[in-house]
């Protein structure tokens, strides 16, 4: 019987982990789809941990669930902190609910609707080829190889966001190899690394600036002169989501398509299907999110009231830790969960999320990532690996699932 009292201990934040998560998870899915867990590095900080595809889609869903770690404080609680000089981080979508999420999401969603969308895959496709032709250049030189994720999936992923966010190309070289390093350097514990950090957070200052007096056709410029009163956000609200932006909307895309190649390159069936018929891209999008998505578990979840989980109840102030990598591969919710299929008969999967916090760049991803992957396609159709045994090299950490490395070949 799981109890509160005997949490069970896994190590998420393992070196090793990613290599055997799905082993663990299904483990953990034995006992239930929902268990009390606790990591090493944290203990007597219990939290549930939902691995089965229902109740995670039903925990995502949840209002009772809140996403602001603030959201229990009571207001002499907050005014109490206010007074003590502690400094709160400027509201996010990430961690934040209705209203104040609704209203940081209305200003942000206006660059990823489908007209947006629509009007990028231009720049992505000539992005891309620009991106190849330059890849090409450096395995001619070298030893015939190149590294996919640093040459082509993460510059790709970067440029795209700063067309959208408006940042001058002038900026772009810097920004990526700080948000590569950044990116590499962070853990869920400790956080990203403070210098790092504030050279991002520079980078998201002199933007506003330069929005702020010289506007474009851009996001930035958009939130710093926005149409109405009620869309105006601090500067504070501003860098802040400008910083979610650029960590959430490069490095997801970029480990997506790194994570596709190697699902495709890994099976060469696929690959020879993809090379068959390309119009299967959009498939391999929706299998690659479900089979190796860049999302490991969504945020930290905290319950403002009892409510039922998973045949568990779930106590006023407790954590909830929804594992969508898990819920993606649950038997119960997918046949053979372990096989990447792109012939796979269409099923939900979680990899974009669920509910008021469903991913709304997930068109843009989408689009990104099958045109990356059919000019791929079509300029280098003999791609392979650089090492015949491909075995993937993940990154530590418990939120995202990304490589360190892609040799190919092309």
Request: glycine share 6%; charged share 25%; hydrophobic share 45%.
């Amino acid at each position: 019987m799981l109890h509160k009292s005997r949490p069970i201990v896994v190590d998420l934040m393992a070196a090793d982990f990613h290599e055997r998560a799905h082993d663990v998870y299904d483990e953990l899915r034995a006992r239930s789809p929902v268990v009390f867990a606790e990591l090493p590095e944290q203990p007597a900080r219990g939290f549930w941990l939902v691995t089965g595809y229902p109740a995670a889609a039903a925990a995502l869903r949840e209002s009772r669930l809140a996403n602001n770690p603030r959201a229990l404080l009571s207001p002499a609680q907050l005014a109490a902190r206010a007074r003590s000089g502690l400094v709160e981080p400027p509201n996010s979508m990430l961690l934040s609910d209705p209203p104040e999420h609704t209203r940081l999401r209305r200003a942000a969603q206006q660059a990823f609707t489908p007209r947006s969308v629509t009007a990028m895959r231009p720049a992505v496709l000539r992005h891309a080829g620009r991106l190849l032709d330059a890849a090409e250049r450096t395995a001619r030189s070298g030893d015939g190889t190149v590294d996919l994720l640093h040459a082509f999936a993460y510059p790709l992923s970067l440029t795209v966001l700063g067309e959208i966010l408006g940042f001058p190309e002038a900026w772009h070289a810097g920004l990526h190899d700080l948000a590569v390093r950044a990116a590499t350097a962070s853990t869920p514990l400790s956080g990203p690394d403070p210098a790092l950090r504030d050279q991002l957070d520079a980078y998201t200052r002199d933007l506003v600036v330069l929005k702020r007096a010289v506007p474009g056709d851009d996001l930035v410029s958009r939130l710093v002169h926005p149409a109405a009163e009620k869309d105006t956000l601090s500067d504070d609200e501003l860098r802040s989501m400008i910083g979610l932006l650029v960590a959430a909307g490069f490095e997801t895309s970029a480990n997506l398509i790194a994570c596709a190649v190697l699902a495709l390159l890994t099976h060469p069936e696929q690959w020879a299907a993809l090379r068959a018929d390309p119009e299967l891209a959009g498939a391999v999008v929706e299998e690659t999110m479900r089979y190796w998505g860049p999302v490991e578990s969504a945020t930290m979840r905290l319950a403002l009231a009892p409510l039922e989980l998973g045949g568990h109840r779930i106590e006023r102030g407790d954590r909830v830790l929804v594992c969508t990598a898990a819920a993606n591969r649950d038997p119960a919710h997918v046949p053979d969960p372990h096989r990447f299929d792109i012939h796979r008969a269409p099923r939900p999967h979680l990899g974009f999320s669920h509910g008021l916090h469903n991913c709304m760049g997930a068109a843009l991803a989408r689009a990104e990532v099958a045109i990356a992957l059919t000019t791929l396609l079509e300029r280098w159709p003999r791609l392979r690996t650089a090492d015949d045994r491909a075995e993937p090299r993940w990154r530590p950490g418990m939120g995202l699932r990304g490589l360190r490395t892609l040799p190919v070949r092309p």
